[in-house]
């Protein structure tokens, strides 16, 4: 649920930073947020774990590490070029070590194993073109409406991306 509201918040940045809202004032809430999400985490024994095995998975590779260890063993077997659309091992039901939620949280870490790092950059290339390209047409549109929603699809766009791929990486929690 802290995702979802960390992508609802990002869709609203952007679209008040389409209706002309002035930046210090989003930068102030961004802090706030930032702090609450912080309070929230800390209060909480579970997500505190969660935060506690971001700092060292390996110490609790088959627990709390479990997660995130598979996610960087699945980017690190692709390589550069990748082992072929279906053919990584992650992907296999059968590997008794595989990848959780492979289809909708570890996405990215699929698309290293079997793609590499060269399918990667490129994902990741034609990404940023899609949000650069949302975030013009917003800039450049002519009613309101319109910029409200491209820049609301920016802003989805971009904080899914940002969270997922950071989250696969080990850059974020």
Not at 21 to 40: K, N, P, Q
Not at 72 to 79: K, R
Request: charged residues 10%; aromatic residues 12%.
């Amino acid at each position: 649920t802290l995702f979802r509201s960390v992508v609802v918040a990002s869709i609203l940045f952007f679209m008040c930073l389409a209706g002309g809202t002035r930046f210090i004032y989003l930068f102030f809430a961004m802090i706030l947020a930032c702090a609450g999400a912080m309070a929230l985490a800390i209060l909480e024994p579970y997500r505190l774990r969660r935060l506690l095995a971001f700092l060292d998975p390996f110490a609790d590779p088959t627990d709390t590490g479990y997660h995130l260890v598979q996610s960087l063993l699945a980017i690190g077997s692709g390589q550069l070029t990748g082992q072929g659309y279906l053919n990584g091992t992650q992907t296999q039901a059968s590997y008794s070590a595989a990848l959780p939620a492979r289809q909708t949280d570890f996405i990215f870490s699929v698309c290293g194993e079997e793609l590499g790092m060269v399918g990667c950059l490129l994902l990741l290339l034609v990404l940023a073109l899609i949000i650069l390209r949302c975030y013009w047409v917003g800039r450049n549109a002519s009613s309101p409406f319109s910029a409200y929603v491209s820049m609301g699809i920016a802003g989805m766009l971009l904080a899914q991306v940002f969270f997922n791929v950071g989250m696969c990486l080990y850059i974020l929690p």
